[in-house]
C-alpha cells in the first residue's frame, strides 16, 4: 500500500489505514475452511491467522454412535480464515499430532471461495442430479464380486508402502504417483475406453501429481462416478529422508481401488456412465489435490453423480466391519450405500460414526455439492493409533488385507450399480 500523508486524506481511508498498520501483514496469504476443533489449534499456533467468518454448520449425527442408521441433527463451527502459506505445515503437523483422528481443513483460492464454502455448506447442498439408488444390477455384480483377492491388494499396499514416503512435496510422493500410473496404464492397455492422467497441482513445492483412470461411459459418458482414496502419506519430519509407510493410511484405499479396477477389466465390464478412479495427491495437507480436482471441474462438461472415499480400509477396529460416516457426507447416498452392503456383503455388520469437519477428500467433494458416502475401516473410537507415525505398516495393521477386500467389494458394487444406469 502506498500512503501519500501530504494529499488530505479522507478521514474514513485514515481509519482504514491504521486498522491494517496494527494487524501485521501475512507474507502471502491463502485461505482455508477449518473445522471447529482444528481451529483451536490454528489460533494456538498461527496467532495472526485471520478469521473471515465462521457459521455453525448443521451434521447429520448417528443418533447413538454405533449400530444405529437413525440420524439426529448435530452441529459443529465451522471458520473461514486468512492464513500465511507458511503457518499451513505447522497446522498440518498439528493437526495431524493432536487430533489425528478427527477434523481437518480444506484450502481454498481465494477469500470469496472460502467465504462460499461456508455458506454451501450450510445450505446443505441439493445434488444436481437425483440418481437412481434402485440395486438392480445383481447378475453383474455378484459374478465380479468372487473374483476379488485379498492378496492382490497386500502386494499393491506393499508397493505403495516400500516407497520412503508418499509425501505431496516429496520426489517419493512424485515417483510413488508414477509408478501407480505406470501400473494402471498397464492394466488399461488393452482398452481403448479406458485413460490413465496424471493430474498436475500448484501450490508450494506440490510435485506429486494425482493418478486418475477413466472407463469411459458408453451411453451416459458425461455422467461421473467417482471412487478415490489418498496417494500421499505423512509423518512429521524432513520431507526427502522421513520414512511414512502409510500402509493404512491410505495405501489401503488405493490398492483396494485397484482391485476394483482390476476386476471390472478382467469382467470387460463396460459402463453407461464414466467411471473415475482417483488417486488424490496432498490429502494430508489440506485435501489439496482433490479440492483442486474438483474446482477444475467447473469447466469441464461433466456431471459428478456420486462419489465414494476410500481413506483407510485394512485395519478392522471392532466387531463391526464397515463405519459410515455421517457426517459432511450426503444420507440419500449413505442409504444407498447401507443397502449395497445389506444386499452384496449380508455377512458383514454395519456401523455409523462421525469425524469431523474436513476428515477426508470426500469433504471437498461435499462442499461443492456433490454426493459423497465416506465408508470406513473403524468407528472413530477404535480406529487405527499408528497413522502418521512409522508404524504405519502392514504387520501392525494384522498382515493382511482381508478387512480391506470389503471396502473393494462395496466399491466395485457402488460404481457398478451407478454406473449402468443410462440416459
Ligand atoms: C481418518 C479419518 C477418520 C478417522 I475416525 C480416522 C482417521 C483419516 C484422516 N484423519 C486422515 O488423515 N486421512 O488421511
Ligand atoms: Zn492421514
Same mark, same amino acid.
Not at 26 to 42: K, Q, S, V
Given at each position: 500500500?502506498?500512503?501519500?500523508?501530504?494529499?488530505?486524506?479522507?478521514?474514513?481511508?485514515?481509519?482504514?489505514?491504521?486498522?491494517?498498520?496494527?494487524?501485521?501483514?501475512?507474507?502471502?496469504?491463502?485461505?482455508?475452511?477449518?473445522? =471447529?476443533?482444528?481451529?483451536?489449534?490454528?489460533?494456538?499456533?498461527?496467532?495472526?491467522?485471520?478469521?473471515?467468518?465462521?457459521?455453525?454448520?448443521?451434521?447429520?449425527?448417528p443418533?447413538a454412535r454405533g449400530?444405529?442408521?437413525?440420524?439426529?441433527?448435530?452441529?459443529?463451527?465451522?471458520?473461514?480464515?486468512?492464513?500465511?502459506?507458511?503457518?499451513?505445515?505447522?497446522?498440518?503437523?498439528?493437526?495431524?499430532? =493432536?487430533?489425528?483422528?478427527?477434523?481437518?481443513?480444506?484450502?481454498?483460492?481465494?477469500?470469496?471461495?472460502?467465504?462460499?464454502?461456508?455458506?454451501?455448506?450450510?445450505?446443505?447442498?441439493?445434488?444436481?442430479?437425483?440418481?437412481?439408488?434402485?440395486?438392480?444390477?445383481?447378475?453383474?455384480?455378484?459374478?465380479?464380486?468372487?473374483?476379488?483377492?485379498?492378496?492382490?491388494?497386500?502386494?499393491?499396499?506393499?508397493?505403495?508402502?516400500?516407497?520412503?514416503?508418499?509425501?505431496?512435496?516429496?520426489?517419493?510422493?512424485?515417483?510413488?504417483?508414477?509408478?501407480?500410473?505406470?501400473?494402471?496404464?498397464?492394466?488399461?492397455?488393452?482398452?481403448?475406453?479406458?485413460?490413465?492422467?496424471?493430474?498436475?497441482?500448484?501450490?508450494?513445492?506440490?510435485?506429486?501429481?494425482?493418478?486418475?483412470?477413466?472407463?469411459?461411459?458408453?451411453?451416459?459418458?458425461?455422467?461421473?462416478?467417482?471412487?478415490?482414496?489418498?496417494?500421499?502419506? /505423512?509423518?512429521?519430519?524432513?520431507? =526427502?529422508?522421513?520414512?511414512?509407510?502409510?500402509?493404512?493410511?491410505?495405501?489401503?484405499?488405493?490398492?483396494?481401488?485397484?482391485?476394483?479396477?482390476?476386476?471390472?477389466?478382467?469382467?470387460?465390464?463396460?459402463?453407461?456412465?464414466?467411471?473415475?478412479? /482417483?488417486?488424490?495427491?496432498?490429502?494430508?495437507?489440506?485435501?489439496?489435490?482433490?479440492?483442486?480436482?474438483?474446482?477444475?471441474?467447473?469447466?469441464?462438461?461433466?456431471?459428478?453423480?456420486?462419489?465414494?472415499?476410500?481413506?483407510?480400509?485394512?485395519?478392522?477396529?471392532?466387531?463391526?466391519?464397515?463405519?459410515?460416516?455421517?457426517?459432511?457426507?450426503?444420507?440419500?447416498?449413505?442409504?444407498?450405500?447401507?443397502?449395497?452392503?445389506?444386499?452384496?456383503?449380508?455377512?458383514?455388520?454395519?456401523?455409523y460414526d462421525v469425524?469431523?469437519?474436513?476428515?477426508?477428500?470426500?469433504?471437498?467433494?461435499?462442499?461443492?455439492?456433490?454426493?459423497?458416502?465416506?465408508?470406513?475401516?473403524?468407528s472413530f473410537a477404535?480406529?487405527?493409533?499408528?497413522?502418521?507415525?512409522?508404524?504405519?505398516?502392514?504387520?501392525?495393521?494384522?498382515?493382511?488385507?482381508?478387512?480391506?477386500?470389503?471396502?473393494?467389494?462395496?466399491?466395485?458394487?457402488?460404481?457398478? =450399480?451407478?454406473?449402468?444406469?443410462?440416459?
Open positions: 500500500m502506498s500512503i501519500s500523508l501530504h494529499s488530505g486524506l479522507r478521514p474514513l481511508a485514515l481509519a482504514a489505514f491504521t486498522l491494517l498498520a496494527c494487524t501485521p501483514a501475512l507474507a502471502a496469504p491463502t485461505w482455508i475452511t477449518i473445522g =471447529e476443533r482444528a481451529h483451536a489449534l490454528l489460533v494456538r499456533s498461527a496467532p495472526q491467522a485471520r478469521e473471515l467468518s465462521v457459521r455453525s454448520v448443521d451434521v447429520n449425527m443418533a449400530k444405529r442408521a437413525a440420524l439426529v441433527k448435530g452441529s459443529e463451527k465451522v471458520y473461514a480464515m486468512e492464513v500465511d502459506d507458511a503457518d499451513l505445515p505447522v497446522l498440518t503437523d498439528a493437526v495431524h499430532d =493432536e487430533l489425528r483422528r478427527c477434523g481437518g481443513f480444506i484450502q481454498h483460492a481465494s477469500a470469496a471461495e472460502a467465504l462460499a464454502t461456508l455458506t454451501r455448506l450450510q445450505a446443505t447442498p441439493e445434488p444436481t442430479i437425483a440418481p437412481s439408488y434402485v440395486i438392480d444390477n445383481q447378475a453383474a455384480v455378484n459374478a465380479m464380486l468372487p473374483q476379488m483377492q485379498a492378496s492382490n491388494i497386500l502386494a499393491t499396499i506393499q508397493s505403495l508402502s516400500d516407497f520412503q514416503n508418499r509425501r505431496h512435496t516429496s520426489s517419493h510422493g512424485a515417483a510413488a504417483s508414477n509408478w501407480l500410473a505406470t501400473k494402471w496404464a498397464a492394466m488399461g492397455e488393452a482398452r481403448r475406453d479406458v485413460r490413465v492422467t496424471q493430474i498436475a497441482h500448484t501450490g508450494t513445492n506440490f510435485q506429486q501429481k494425482s493418478v486418475m483412470m477413466e472407463i469411459l461411459g458408453t451411453g451416459n459418458g458425461r455422467e461421473v462416478i467417482v471412487l478415490g482414496g489418498h496417494l500421499d502419506s /505423512i509423518v512429521s519430519g524432513n520431507v =526427502e529422508t522421513v520414512r511414512a509407510p502409510g500402509a493404512d493410511d491410505d495405501a489401503s484405499g488405493v490398492a483396494s481401488m485397484t482391485e476394483v479396477i482390476r476386476v471390472l477389466l478382467a469382467s470387460n465390464y463396460q459402463p453407461k456412465r464414466t467411471l473415475r478412479f /482417483i488417486a488424490y495427491a496432498g490429502e494430508e495437507a489440506g485435501l489439496l489435490g482433490s479440492k483442486q480436482i474438483v474446482a477444475n471441474l467447473g469447466n469441464e462438461r461433466t456431471k459428478v453423480v456420486g462419489v465414494m472415499q476410500l481413506d483407510m480400509t485394512a485395519y478392522q477396529g471392532s466387531a463391526t466391519d464397515l463405519w459410515i460416516y455421517t457426517d459432511y457426507t450426503n444420507a440419500a447416498q449413505n442409504t444407498f450405500v447401507a443397502n449395497l452392503a445389506a444386499t452384496y456383503l449380508p455377512e458383514l455388520s454395519v456401523g469425524c469431523g469437519y474436513g476428515c477426508s477428500d470426500h469433504a471437498s467433494w461435499h462442499a461443492a455439492g456433490y454426493p459423497a458416502s465416506f465408508p470406513f475401516e473403524a477404535t480406529d487405527n493409533r499408528n497413522i502418521h507415525t512409522v508404524n504405519d505398516t502392514i504387520a501392525n495393521f494384522g498382515g493382511t488385507a482381508n478387512h480391506a477386500l470389503k471396502f473393494s467389494k462395496l466399491g466395485l458394487a457402488f460404481v457398478v =450399480e451407478l454406473g449402468s444406469d443410462g440416459p
